[in-house]
Each structure stands twice: as C-alpha cells, then as structure tokens.
C-alpha cells in the first residue's frame, strides 16, 4: 500500500468503483436461500465424516459397527441423522434450481419465488417422507 | 497490457480458466441420481444385523454406487469448499492452510471410504 502511495504522482489517491457487497442488496427469498446452500454444502461437508465413519465400521467388523449403529440409534445420532437428511435433499433440490437457472430457465421474479418455495417446502416433505419410509422398513420406531 | 486472447491463453488468474465451475456442474448433476441412491441403500438397511449390511454393501451393484457416489461427493465437495475459503479467507497463509486443509480432508475421507467398500466387497 505505501509503495503504491509512495508511487502516486497524482496527488490525493482517487477512490476507486468498488464492488457493492451483500448489504446493500434487498433481503429477498431467493438470496437467503443461496445462503442456505452454502451452509447445507458446508455441513455435508463435515457429514460425509458420518458416512465413512459408518463404512469403515462395517468394513471393521461387528464391534465397531455396534458402536456405530449404537451412536446412530441415540437421540443424538437420530437428531444428526435427521439434519444431515434434510440438510441433504435441500442441497439437492436448491442445486436443481440452480442448474435450472444454469441452462437459462426460471429467471423472471415469480418463478423465482416459486423455486424457492418448492426447496423449501419440497425438501422438508421429503424429509419427512424418507424418514416415515425409513421407519415403516425397520418395522416401526423402536 | 493484455489482449483478451492473451487473457484466454493464460485462463485467467487461477490458470484453469472455468474448469471448476463446469466440474461442479457435472458432479451436481452425477450427484442427483447418486444421493437418491444413497437414500434407497441407506433405508435398505436400516435395522439389519452387521453380517447382512457387510453381504449388501459389499455386492458389486451396491459397492459400485457406493463407489461412485463417493468419488463423485469428495471431488465436489473439494471445489465447494475451496470456493467458500477462496470467498471469505483473504489472509494469505491461513488461505493457504486451509486450502491444503481442504484437500487433505477431502482425499482422506474419498481414500478411507472407498477401501473401506472395497474391503467389503473382497473380503479379508
């Protein structure tokens, strides 16, 4: 920065055009949801620790996958369980949208909204249908 | 001073030009179809004794989904999040550190799960 000061010939420095950052932008559905995918993406991130921890279990033997299937049976593992789902198909179903988007579709204000919408309310009816799904084929909560 | 052909040449500061950005295009649409499957697998196997989920996981249609959804997932996570460092971590050093972070995380879980699937499937 001195050097470049140092290097001014031109008196006081001019301020320069800087690019607006998120502020000054009007707080709409479309831009939380875009927040939202990045912090989903983020806790995939740490959650594929939960999948390979359950691989490497099962691949260990019947003592280490006892351990597993006894912190995933927990209150806690289930309540993981359930925010690494939702977290899963609203990275799925944001990531759709913007694929949309990608090939040029679904721009105008109104089907924004409505994507937006459908990843929320899609993903936690998904949710909520691979859960009741996964409970009928254990035979019911246990 | 450049001409935007020299710019093209040179693919721009990161020298990949749009690479990531289409990868990730590429391991999001892969991605679709392997998380549905990751589910169906999942929910297959919920309440099963060791002995059978270690027989499923290990069958070749099972293990080679597995396989892919977990090459496909550690590459596009390694972009994502090399994307969010490269947005919000600006200090040279720390961005250098958890850049390398970031790869050495997302190999070591690809390496960790994708030998823990084989091993499944070839025993010993």
């Known amino acids: ?142 | 001073m450049r001409t935007p052909m020299s710019r093209v040449r040179g693919l721009g500061a990161a020298h990949t030009g749009t690479q990531d950005f289409w990868h990730q295009r590429v391991t999001s649409v892969a991605g679709i179809a392997l998380c549905i499957a990751l589910v169906i697998i999942v929910i297959g196997l919920l309440g099963r004794s060791h002995a059978a989920v270690v027989q499923i996981l290990g069958s070749p249609i099972v293990a080679i989904i597995m396989l892919l959804f977990i090459i496909n997932t550690v590459y596009h996570m390694w972009i994502g999040m090399q994307e969010i460092i490269i947005d919000y971590v600006h200090e040279d050093k720390l961005k250098l550190a958890t850049l390398l972070a970031n790869t050495f995380f997302c190999f070591g879980i690809g390496l960790a799960s994708a030998f823990a699937i084989l091993k499944l499937s070839f025993g010993v």
């Open chain 1, 1 to 142: 920065m001195t050097e470049l000061e140092a290097g001014s010939t031109t008196g006081p420095r001019r301020s320069r055009p800087i690019s607006p950052h998120l502020q000054v932008y009007k707080l709409t559905l479309s831009f939380v949801m875009s927040g939202f995918h990045r912090i989903t993406g983020a806790v995939l991130y740490f959650g594929m620790l939960l999948i390979a921890w359950w691989l490497i279990a099962a691949a260990s033997g019947p003592n280490a996958y006892s351990y597993f299937e006894w912190f995933m049976g927990s209150l806690i593992g289930r309540l993981v369980l359930f925010g690494y789902t939702w977290a899963l198909l609203h990275h799925m179903i944001g990531g759709i949208r913007h694929l949309i988007w990608d090939v040029g579709l679904g721009f105008e204000p109104a089907e924004r909204e409505f994507m937006a919408m459908a990843t929320i309310v899609g993903s936690i009816l998904l949710t909520l249908v691979v859960w009741v799904v996964g409970y009928l084929a254990m035979g019911g909560p246990r």
